[in-house]
């Protein structure tokens, strides 16, 4: 066996670790209760928590947690000894299946939108059998869901359960309708990409703002940015190399399918790609990526940064979540198949998720808002706002052919079948990508590419599945009441198409005549996280939610209200960072500087000497350091006004009056930047962060 195959997932109380470790009875029990949900008897959950203890200590732990993923957007822990008192003044190592089914930890700081007073801290966590336990620094990790003590859910992890056992029961629904027997269950797979840049760790000590915000809230262009385009795909350097090294190992242990690593389109901008695995695993191991890099960044004098957009006028970091249908017998229900029968179930699918994107495009707009990443959609080979999907010339004639019950061209009667319809055979990849498109069909899979880097990637495949679930169902109740269901199908797929065709678009997302054909064919333009967040609790959305049980009425709201202030915060912590940071930084290096420019001033012309340089830079200098300090009193005057009791009143404040009077305080500041000499200017210039690895 070689080494990697030694490590990989060694941290995990995996299938593998169970079935040498549990009775064969307890086994099948806990297989059942993660395959279908089936509740885990006590005395079964206290011989799993054995066996998990057991591992764990043989790993060298001495605590357990349950680990959680409360609305905070990061994972939460809360650390446990597996000592037990003996009564005689010594303990033993212990760990009871109560221990591992459930925790209670206090619940009054995470956010909760309203939907418990600060004084109600009861909150709990309960075990979710199907995740893995792992050991990360020495505990022993047990992934729970979070909810409150009247049973809201105050995770993202337990709203993702929800809609995976949606989508399960809704596609096995279609399947049996083309005579699928075989296949018990169905999952939806991710493989999100994750972006990221890496600086200098003592550069990164130096910037304020990254440190309090993840992103350059001041930052003057520099001379060389991504226009050669010469570092995408380039040879990786030797210290990031070893990082991504490092890297690999420890989520390797953790069973994370790391699998691809390269730079990126921007300087000091790379990627890392998983293989695909299930929805819920696919979160857990994004969360512990995220994670993971930080601290393996750290160990290489390295700072790790996430922030969608931590430069000015470079490429901004996303999450590429590629989405797609696969079934317990290994079939990727995306996949366009060879025979009749498979084909005509592929389009069925297809046109499903065309149909849910067009009806619900607010809430995937909804499900990638933040206020980083309202700095990212529309520029530096991120996808506009709006909502479309890209589907590829092929496909999109295919669907031209079916809408217009014509022959499409180069069709193959003896290959593929829909109905009375011929539909030629459709080759994965045989399409080329479009960058611009946030959502674009790939051959045997959907890339969403909106997400934002920082981001859980839980939100927006609750809205996935949820949707793509909404419209399989309708198209169930439709076929399986139909007499003919050949003919049902046939005209099922035409209506769909001709009904939601405008949400197909092949072309430039960032041409500008785009967004006037966009409005033209009624799709929504929500710029900011501010336009879009009323969407989430319309009627129709909360119906949509409520119907299939995946969130109810309040926990709807208490998200709505906790998306709005989590944009205030985030926007009135940058601003006060860039208060503070020109208080107390920038405008005393101008006043140094400036005083070193007029101490040669005054000589120069007490000597009778040309100080027409002195002259004009000192003009210039004063003359910003003027508006600088007009623009950041400007800033403090409106923070200070901000209305606090209305939230989309106040989120819409800080989008309207304080990210326009922070802009404008930065444009003067980077023009300071290029006029003050770079050893009196008090943060690391882009050149040096960008290029000093």
Known sequence: MSRIEELFGSMVFNDVVMQERLPEDTYAALKRTMEVGKKLDPAVADVVARAMKDWAIEKGCTHFTHWF??????????????????????????????ELVKGEPDASSF???????????????????????????????????????????????????????LMNKQTLRILKLFGNEEVTHVTTSVGPEQEYFLIDRELYRQREDLI????TLFGAKPPKGQEMENHYYGAIKPRVYAFMQELDDELWKLGVLAKTEHNEAAPAQHELAPIYTNSNTATDHNQLTMEMMKKVAERHDLALLLHEK?????????????WSISTNTGVNLLEPGESPAENAQFLLFLVAVIKAVDEYQDLLRISVASAGNDNRLGGNEAPPAIISMFLGDDLTEILHSIEAETEAAHADQSEMKVGVHILPRFIRDTT??????????????????S??????????NVILNTIVAEELSQFADILEAAEDFQTALHQLIVDTVKAHKRIIFNGNGYAPEWVEEAKARGLLNLPTTVDALPYFINEKNIQLFTKHKIYTSEELHSRYEIYLDTYTRTVEI?????????????????IQYSDLIGHSLAQKKNLGLSCDAEEGLLSRISNHMSTLYQKNEALITAHNRCPKED?????????DTILPLMAALRQTADALEMLIGEEYWPLPSYTRMLYSL
């Open 647 to 655: 939230p989309l009143e106040a989120a819409t404040y800080y989008r």
């Open 432 to 449: 080329d990508r479009n960058r611009t498109s946030p959502f674009a069909f790939t051959g045997n899979k959907f890339e969403f590419r």
């Open 69 to 98: 993923q409360p609305m905070t957007g990061i994972t939460a822990e809360k650390h446990e000894g597996f000592i037990h008192p003996m009564g005689d003044g010594t303990v033993i190592m212990k760990f009871s299946g109560k």
């Open 451 to 460: 997400l934002g880097a920082p981001q859980s990637i839980s939100a927006p």
């Open 111 to 165: 956010p909760n939108g309203g939907l418990r007073a600060t004084f109600e801290a009861r909150g709990y966590t309960a075990w979710d059998p199907s995740s893995y336990a792992f050991i990360k620094d020495n505990t022993l990790c047990i992934p729970t869901v979070f909810y409150s003590y009247n049973g809201e859910a105050l995770d993202k992890k337990t709203p993702l359960l929800r809609s995976m056992e």
């Open 574 to 590: 940058e601003a006060l960072t860039m208060i503070d940071m020109v208080s107390k930084k920038i405008l005393p290096a101008c």
């Open 212 to 215: 309090l915000t993840g992103r």
């Open 310 to 322: 931590p430069f000015a006028g470079v490429n901004g970091s996303g999450k590429h979540n590629n």
